[in-house]
């Protein structure tokens, strides 16, 4: 099991829930490798099974391939991948510059593709497996101010899509989450009632957790989901299938 973007937020969640339910867990990480190395320790001492870290930047193709190379090379194998590393800029849409765009599509739509592709040639091998893409709200809607962003998660939708397609009668599986307003340490700084103002607006009355995430996650992977591929599962509480009524009308 690799998750990209392993060493924060949902990806730190997403692979200690999966190292506590039994998987090999690569974690990677492209900043803060001290943090991630920590992590995967104490994992290995908590979960009895294999964590490593591995660094990195899963927009460069030949940083893709070396992780790859030490993912297998330590566990043999890979049954399962969950794309979560991404990157924000946030600017108004005639203000973004190309670098910064290039820069966001590169490491959330390309990064995607690359370790996409590459986990799929090793499953195909096996005729087994099961890939996770990290979506947003953004794959329905675009987010003010975050339009490479937006079009970046838009992508990754339809990716999503594509591989199932085609990779399906390979035997392998590829499906996306897409979280609502979750309480993450970035998201708690995007506003100073980050829970309050974004509870208003979800039909469950909360936000979700990384938790709620990782739960999703680990069902995709699992034999109960064996016959779910292609599909985006939102973990949004019903916040984006809402429309944005009156209040009168229960909005």
Not at 92 to 103: A, G, M, R, T, V
Not at 124 to 149: H, M, V
Not at 150 to 165: C, E, P, R, Y
Request: charged content about 20%.
């Amino acid at each position: 099991m690799l998750v990209t973007g392993a060493n924060s937020g949902i990806g730190k969640v997403i692979a200690e829930r999966l190292a506590h339910a039994g998987y090999d867990v690569a974690m990677n990480f492209k900043v803060g490798e001290e943090v991630a190395t920590e992590i995967a320790a104490g994992l290995q001492r908590e979960c009895g099974g294999r964590a490593i870290a591995v660094y990195a930047d899963v927009g460069k193709r030949q940083d893709v391939d070396h992780m790859f190379e030490v993912v297998l090379g330590q566990f043999g194998k890979l049954d399962a991948l969950v794309n979560n590393a991404g990157v924000q800029v946030e600017k108004p849409f005639l203000e973004i510059e190309e670098s910064e765009w290039d820069f966001v599509l590169n490491t959330n739509l390309k990064g995607y593709f690359l370790c996409l592709q590459r986990a799929a040639r090793h499953m195909k091998e096996r005729g087994t497996g099961a890939i996770i893409n990290i979506g947003s709200g953004c794959n329905k809607i675009p987010f003010p101010n975050l339009s490479s962003y937006s079009v970046s998660k838009a992508g990754i939708d339809m990716l999503t899509k594509a591989a199932a397609v085609e990779l399906g009668p390979l035997g392998i599986r590829v499906n996306c989450v897409g979280p609502g307003a979750i309480d993450t340490e970035r998201t708690k700084q995007e506003t100073a009632d980050f829970a309050g103002a974004w509870a208003k607006l979800t039909p469950l009355r909360r936000i979700g957790t990384p938790e709620d995430v990782a739960g999703a996650v680990e069902f995709l992977l699992s034999d109960q989901a064996s016959f779910i591929n292609g599909q985006t599962v939102w973990v949004d509480g019903g916040l984006f299938t809402a429309a944005p009524w009156p209040e009168r009308y229960g909005g």
